[in-house]
């Protein structure tokens, strides 16, 4: 840490040096100009670059797996390059139809030149236009209808809407990238943290539940993939496993409420009441454990697993909840 003392210029103008050598580091000099930020007690100084294109290149030949191509890939999008270049001595067409596949999956993110030894994806969104609190809500409706429909897919044996929410977890994925990469471009950027419209903190406690209701989906996506494996399910199991749906699917939508509550007052008894729901639920799971207990091994054991699931999705509802605390508590 540097200090510099505020002289008065002019009779009226406050004026402060810049230490030399972060402005030789950022390109500063005689001429140049700076932006200022203000964010509360707070004024954050950065060159002015022209506006364009932030550009990055990956070298995929090490990338083998699929997997690991995809990963590459996503990771380039969330870390907030908007023009992304990927090269090996020769391109596959196993690689294009990967690379293909991954840019569907982000949102904005498009093919916009193949050449023998290198494809060139582009983010086509400005990320102005990208709101996080549109992403997060939309994130909620999609990760706990997902939650409703795989535990009616199990307990009606409904194959076709298990199905259905599996497929419904690559758009709350979709959405999960896209918050990440706003949020990280904040971080970064004074000047995207004054376009998004939100505090820093407060886009933390966004992408922090986004995460949660990443997690939620993810977990339906498993209750579904167990209702395709398990068939139909005695009525005296379905009827436990339907109440504790019930109860645990409260706490995130009650969580994110008061996420989302613009008052402070009503945030934080919405985020009492979550966690009155939590307490209850603990004892609720431990009640439909005995019961599931008592039916055929096999179907036990699949049948803990989803009230494991449950169980976890309350346990993100509760993060939520703290998420929704953070933000409604005072500035220090």
Not at 187 to 216: H, K, M, W, Y
Not at 246 to 257: F, G, K, L, R
Request: charged letters at 30%.
């Amino acid at each position: 840490m540097e200090t510099r003392k505020v002289q008065v210029t002019g009779g009226s103008t406050y004026t402060v040096s810049l230490p030399k050598e972060w402005a030789t580091e950022n390109g500063v000099s005689s001429g140049s100009t700076v932006e200022f930020h203000a964010e509360g007690d707070l004024l954050l100084l950065t060159p002015q670059t022209e506006e364009g294109r932030t550009k990055g290149e990956l070298d995929i030949s090490d990338l083998s797996a699929e997997e690991e191509l995809r990963r590459g890939v996503m990771t380039m999008y969330v870390s907030g390059f908007d023009v992304i270049t990927l090269t090996t001595d020769r391109m596959t067409a196993d690689e294009r139809r990967t690379i293909r596949d991954a840019t569907q999956g982000l949102v904005g993110l498009e093919v916009i030149e193949e050449m023998p030894t290198k494809m060139v994806l582009q983010d086509l969104l400005d990320s102005s236009e990208l709101s996080m609190q549109n992403a997060v809500t939309r994130m909620r409706l999609v990760s706990l209808t997902m939650l409703d429909d795989a535990v009616q897919a199990l307990v009606e044996d409904d194959d076709e809407l298990a199905h259905d929410v599996m497929e419904r977890d690559d758009d709350v994925d979709r959405l999960w990238y896209m918050t990440s990469r706003v949020f990280r471009s904040v971080l970064r950027n004074p000047t995207a943290a004054n376009e998004v419209g939100f505090s820093r903190e407060t886009c933390f406690d966004l992408q922090s539940s986004a995460r949660q209701l990443e997690r939620i989906a993810d977990h339906a996506t498993k209750i579904a993939e167990l209702a395709l494996e398990v068939g139909e399910i005695p009525e005296p199991a379905a009827e436990p496993l339907q109440e504790l749906h019930d109860e645990v699917s409260e706490v995130p939508e009650t969580a994110m409420e008061a996420l989302l509550s613009e008052d402070s007052d009503t945030a934080l008894e919405l985020v009492r009441q979550a966690r009155r729901d939590v307490d209850a639920i603990e004892s609720l799971v431990r009640d439909v454990d005995r019961e599931i207990h008592e039916f055929d091994s096999q179907l036990a054991q699949v049948l803990g697993l989803v009230v494991d699931s449950l169980s976890r999705t309350a346990d993100y509802g509760t993060n939520i909840a703290e998420s929704a605390l953070q933000k409604a508590a005072p500035e220090p």
